[in-house]
C-alpha cells in the first residue's frame, strides 16, 4: 500500500476539497492500492506517448475549421435573425397593403356605381335632349316653311352658329349609323326625327332668296358638309335624309353664286353620277332636278359640259325614263329633251 500526498483542487464553491478523503493534520495523505498506481503511471506514460501523435497538424486544422465553421454559424444565425426580422417587417407591410387594396378594391366599387349612376343619369339626360330637340326642331321646321319665319331666324346673331351645329349634327349622325340598320326600322325614333328637322329646316330656309343668299355667303361650311355626307352615306340608307340635303343643295342651286358654288366643286358632277345609281326613286329625282340646274343655265354649263358628259351616266337617265314613279320618269324625259337641244 502506497502513501500519496492528496492535492488540492479548487472547486466552484469556496474552500479547499479533497479528492480521496478528509484532511488529516497539517498535510493530507490517502492511501492507494501498488497495483493502482503502477496502471495510474502506465496510462500516464501512455497519454504522455500517444498526446503529441493526437495534436497533429491536421488535428489542429480541424480545429481551427471547426472555429471557422463555429463563427459561420454564429454568423448565420444573426443572418437569419435578421433574416426572421425583415421577414417580419414584410409580413407586416404586406398586411397593409391588403387592407389598402381592399380599401381600394371598395372605393373602386362605390366609384363604379357612382359612374354607372352618373352614366344612366347622362342617358336619361340626353334622351330627355334628344327628344325635346326633336319636338323643338319638328316645330321650328313647320314655322320655317313660312318667309317671314326665315328672316327672323336669320336676322339675328346665332344663325351661323346654328348653322355650324347642324352641319356637326350631321356629321355624327351619318358616321354613326349602322350599315345593318334601314332608315324605315328607325324613322320613329326622336334621334332620327331630330336629325330629320335640322335638314328639314335648312331646306326650307334654301327655299326663301333671303335664305339661299345667306347660306352662299356665310354658311358654306354648311354647304360643304352636305356634299362630304352625300359622298360618304350607302346607297339604299337614311333616304329621307339624302333627300332634303339634295332638295336643300337644288335649293341653293337656284341662286346663281350657289350654282356658280357647285360648279366649282371637282367632287360635285362625280357625287351626282354616284347618287344617281341611288335605288331611291326620290333621291335620284333631286339628283336629275339638280344635273337640270347645271345644263339649263348656259354660263355654268359652258365650264362644266365637257366634265358632264365625261362623267354623267347617260344610259342611267334612259332607264329612270321608266321608272314606276311618274315624277322620276318625267324629269328624265325632260332632261334628255334638254341635253337633246344642247346637242349634248
Known amino acids: 500500500m502506497a502513501v500519496v500526498r492528496q492535492s488540492k483542487v479548487r472547486g466552484g464553491g469556496s474552500g479547499v476539497l479533497d479528492v480521496f478523503q478528509k484532511p488529516v493534520g497539517k ?28 495534436l497533429n497538424g491536421e488535428f489542429l486544422e480541424c480545429f481551427h475549421q471547426l472555429e471557422i465553421a463555429e463563427k459561420t454559424l454564429e454568423k448565420r444565425e444573426q443572418e437569419n435573425e435578421q433574416l426572421q426580422l425583415d421577414r417580419d417587417h414584410f409580413k407586416a407591410r404586406l398586411k397593409t397593403a391588403q387592407e389598402d387594396c381592399q380599401k381600394e378594391r371598395e372605393e373602386k366599387l362605390a366609384s363604379n356605381l357612382q359612374l354607372n349612376e352618373a352614366r344612366q343619369q347622362l342617358l336619361q339626360q340626353a334622351e330627355y335632349c ?45 358616321k354613326s349609323t349602322d350599315e345593318n340598320v334601314k332608315e324605315e326600322h328607325d324613322l320613329d325614333s326622336d334621334e332620327n326625327q331630330f336629325v330629320l328637322a335640322l335638314a328639314g329646316i335648312v331646306t326650307n330656309i334654301a ?49 346663281l353664286k350657289g350654282l356658280q358654288y357647285f360648279s366649282k366643286n371637282p367632287g360635285f358632277i362625280p357625287l351626282l353620277a354616284c347618287l344617281l345609281e341611288d335605288p331611291d326613286a326620290e333621291v335620284c329625282l333631286h339628283v336629275l332636278r339638280l344635273i337640270q340646274s347645271l345644263i339649263l343655265e ?15 351616266p347617260q344610259h342611267r337617265i334612259r332607264e329612270l325614263t321608266n321608272n314606276r314613279n311618274p315624277s322620276l320618269r318625267s324629269i328624265a324625259s325632260e332632261l334628255l329633251e334638254d341635253m337633246k337641244m344642247l346637242n349634248f
Open 27 to 54: 498535510e493530507e495523505f490517502v492511501k492507494v492500492r501498488k497495483r493502482d498506481l503502477e496502471r495510474l503511471i502506465t496510462e500516464t506514460m501512455q497519454i504522455k506517448d500517444f498526446l503529441p501523435k493526437i
Open 207 to 255: 327655299a326663301v332668296a333671303y335664305g339661299r343668299d345667306f347660306l352662299v355667303n356665310s354658311s358654306q361650311i354648311l354647304l360643304e358638309k352636305l356634299l362630304q355626307l352625300l359622298a360618304e352615306m350607302k346607297a339604299g340608307l337614311c333616304t329621307k335624309l339624302k333627300v332634303l340635303m339634295l332638295m336643300c343643295l337644288y335649293n341653293v342651286s337656284i341662286n
Open 298 to 312: 348656259p354660263e355654268i354649263f359652258s365650264k362644266v359640259k365637257a366634265q358632264i358628259h365625261q362623267s354623267l
Open 130 to 174: 334628344t327628344e325635346m330637340g326633336a319636338s323643338v326642331c319638328t316645330l321650328l321646321w313647320r314655322v320655317s316653311s313660312n318667309e317671314e319665319s326665315v328672316k327672323f331666324i336669320l336676322g339675328g346673331n346665332k344663325a351661323e352658329k346654328f348653322f355650324t351645329i347642324v352641319a356637326q349634327t350631321l356629321e355624327s349622325f351619318v
